[in-house]
């Protein structure tokens, strides 16, 4: 019997090992959609297979309703200079908005963008928000870099679906030269597993912190030390155990350095990646069974063990990418470019 069941065991561990390998090695490539008219998308936020919504320069937003096929473009009035980098989108009819930079504007459409209404407002000399995150469908929250000289972060709470806001005060301070990076609108991560919060949020600059669940706030191994490195974007598996953090050093675009750390104990610990993405990467996403795929500048990534090792999907990069809910199409959308990669 004992002979049997190390059988069975091994039997086990070659059936999965040959599954993993012949999914790994399936070459995934990425389909390019229309070309936007959008110079730069750091906003996305992806509702289901069909329903897409992205942001960015020029006061410009994005929707597509049939799963990329067709796109519907156009422009928050009285904003043609906004950035939105901050997305959050509950269906192709209702969606937010948060401008980088000063003063900021957190706007709201109820109508699939025929029509906006300003939802906050923050004249505060130096305020810049870099991500805009939902719990749930009442519990929001918007994060963004310390004001001088008191080292608060800006800090919005909504718990009504995002129509009325309010500023609070962060839980922690920011230390010197520690900042957020709006560069995909990814660096905070808040979910339920079952009736558990899974949340965190990264940092960069000369300090760079994973920010987690009950005051659980580590210096991570990522490369930093300066305004240009850090954690650029967070993601977490669907139990918050296993993460992983991706950045590097945005001046130096194919830079290896430390640009990857990963966790499997819910972000107490995190270790550097021992076969790294292809250079800096403003954005990482969680698809499934331990797969995640990172993007940036200079190229598209990915896992198959949660952030150990990464194999290269293309040279074209990306400045920020979403998952459909049933963890079978991720979006990309950069420099006036949109792609889509299936998985099998």
Not at 14 to 34: C, G, W
Not at 264 to 276: L, M
Not at 277 to 300: A, H, L, M, Q, W
Request: with cysteine; glycine share 12%; charged share 20%.
């Amino acid at each position: 019997m004992q002979k049997f069941g190390k059988a069975l065991l091994l039997l086990h561990s070659v059936f999965f090992s040959h599954f993993f390998s012949t999914y790994a090695q399936q070459k995934l490539v990425i389909k390019s959609l229309e070309t936007p008219p959008i110079a730069s998308i750091r906003g996305m936020s992806v509702v289901n297979d069909s329903v897409v919504w992205v942001s960015g320069t020029g006061g410009q937003v994005g929707l597509t309703t049939d799963g990329g096929a067709h796109w519907k473009w156009m422009k928050v009035p009285e904003h043609d200079s906004a950035d939105w980098r901050s997305l959050y989108a509950f269906s192709a009819w209702r969606a937010l908005l948060l401008n980088a930079g000063s003063p900021a504007h957190l706007m709201m459409t109820a109508d699939g963008g025929q029509t906006w209404q300003l939802k906050y407002e923050d004249t505060t000399k130096g305020i810049f928000f870099d991500d805009i995150d939902f719990l749930d469908n009442q519990q929001g929250f918007a994060i963004g870099d310390p004001i001088v000289p008191d080292s608060k972060m800006a800090y919005l709470i909504t718990g009504d679906g995002g129509n009325t806001w309010m500023k609070r005060h962060f839980y922690v301070l920011a230390e010197a030269g520690e900042a957020l990076f709006a560069a995909s609108g990814t660096n905070m991560v808040n979910h339920y597993y079952g009736n558990s919060i899974v949340s965190g949020m990264v940092t960069g600059g000369k300090v760079s912190r994973f920010i987690g669940n009950f005051y659980n706030i580590v210096v991570l191994p990522i490369t930093q030390g300066s305004p240009s490195k850090g954690a650029f974007s967070l993601a977490l598996e669907r139990d918050g155990k296993k993460g992983v953090i991706v950045g590097g050093d945005y001046l130096h675009e194919k830079d290896t350095t430390r640009n990857c750390v990963y966790t499997t104990d819910s972000g107490k610990s995190w270790k550097v990646s021992v076969a790294a993405p292809g250079g800096y990467r403003s954005c990482v996403v969680y698809v499934k069974n331990d797969v995640f795929i990172t993007t940036g500048p200079s190229g598209t990534d990915i896992s198959y063990d949660a952030g150990v090792h990464w194999e290269k999907i293309s040279d074209e990069g990306f400045h920020v990418a979403g998952v459909s809910p049933n963890r079978q199409k991720i979006w990309l959308a950069g420099s006036r470019k949109l792609g889509i990669v299936e998985l099998p």
